[in-house]
């Protein structure tokens, strides 16, 4: 008897062990690869939707749910970050700054065939800019990969640069003869083809120089130049994009392939997420801008103007396209190259119906 009930302790012992296995083998190991994973990030421009509605909650909030707790972040406005924001590829490139977003414009010093995706007048709507970047994403992809060692991750764009007046204009021919403030040299470079005087001055200054008159119009955002009151002292605004400002998001390499896999693969979904809204919250954000400058119900609330909106003509449509064949696109390719030239034919001259030509 004794015997028996030990043979039978010894069974129970056993099954004990057994079901202890199992359960340990039902809980998730912690293994060095699983240790909390913290990412610093270097977003777009401070106090702006993009940055305030959309990167800094996906960073702080999304992130660890898409990754099942395994990863945080901490995010600073590039133009907070201690970095100059003209050097941003470089630094990816180099590792100093693992994650970070690069505004093409300015990249396009060192790389100019960034500005294949926003030059002035290409893209005079939010739909032409979406298929530009659907075309041109692959080359942009390879680039960033082959020279610099990035990842490139999500394309991103702020609302529409619109011409703003204090006198009525009815469209691009108008322009000639006046003082223009501009942002960029490419936008300069289309208003002394139009007849008119560039004017270099920063965003802050805008309205005072309106309101005094050193300037009679002056290129800016449609709802960032309602927020600072040009709705005050303009008249009229166009509603044709000069252009936007497109940045991407990417990661250096050799840090974007030390995540694990199931991090990587959570980050890449959410950043498809994440580049879906800040699209879909441009296209409101061009529209609120002229609505409200316009005083209209479609409003969604803020300051509000009576500005008289400039539709985009047939005519100023030619005249655009015109300028972007004669003028922007040959510039374009004369700082950029043959190369830039074999690149745009290859992806976007199908759509556009636009060729380049090295010279």
């Given at each position: 008897m004794p015997g028996r009930l030990l043979c039978h302790a010894l069974k129970q012992y056993g099954a004990a062990l057994r079901l202890a296995a199992m359960a340990m083998l039902a809980l998730p190991t912690m293994s060095v690869a699983e240790e909390p994973i913290h990412l610093r990030i270097v977003g777009g421009l401070a106090n702006v939707s993009q940055y305030v509605r959309h990167e800094e909650p996906f960073w702080r909030n999304r992130l660890p749910a898409l990754t099942n707790g395994r990863a945080t972040a901490e995010i600073v406005p590039s133009d907070r970050s201690g970095f100059r924001a003209a050097e941003m590829l470089q630094l990816i490139g180099a590792g100093t700054v693992p994650?970070?977003?690069?505004?093409?414009?300015?990249?396009?010093?060192?790389?100019?065939?960034?500005?294949?995706?926003?030059?002035?007048?290409?893209?005079?709507?939010?739909?032409?800019?979406r298929e530009t970047v659907r075309l041109y994403r692959p080359h942009l992809q390879r680039i960033l990969q082959e020279r610099y060692g990035i990842e490139l991750l999500s394309i991103y764009t702020y609302p529409a640069q619109v011409t703003w007046c204090r006198r009525p204009f009815a469209g691009l021919a108008d322009l000639a003869g006046r003082r223009i403030r501009t942002s960029s040299v490419g936008q300069m470079e289309v208003f002394e083809a139009l007849g008119a005087t560039p004017v270099v001055i920063p965003f802050a200054g805008i309205v005072p120089a309106m309101r005094d008159g050193s300037v009679e119009c002056a290129v800016t955002g449609a709802l960032s130049g309602n927020a600072i009151g040009l709705q005050e002292v303009a008249t009229h605004v166009q509603d044709m994009a000069l252009s936007w400002g497109v940045s991407m998001?990417?990661?250096?390499?050799?840090?974007w392939n030390?995540?694990?896999?199931?991090?990587?693969?959570?980050?890449?979904?959410?950043?498809?997420?994440?580049?879906?809204?800040?699209?879909?919250?441009?296209?409101?954000?061009t529209v609120d801008g002229i609505q409200c400058a316009a005083g209209r119900p479609a409003c969604p609330g803020g300051p509000q103007g009576k500005v008289t909106i400039v539709p985009m003509s047939p005519e100023d449509d030619a005249r655009r396209r015109g300028l972007l064949v004669w003028m922007v696109l040959p510039r374009w390719i004369d700082r950029c190259g043959p190369d830039c030239a074999d690149a745009w034919n290859r992806t976007l001259a199908p759509s556009l119906g636009i060729q380049a030509h090295a010279r």
């Open positions: 994650f970070g977003t690069v505004l093409l414009a300015l990249a396009a010093v060192d790389e100019p065939e960034f500005q294949a995706l926003d030059l002035p007048l290409q893209n005079p709507d939010l739909a032409t800019l998001f990417g990661a250096n390499r050799a840090a030390a995540l694990p896999e199931d991090v990587r693969s959570g980050m890449r979904r959410g950043l498809a997420e994440l580049e879906g809204a800040i699209w879909s919250g441009v296209e409101q954000e």
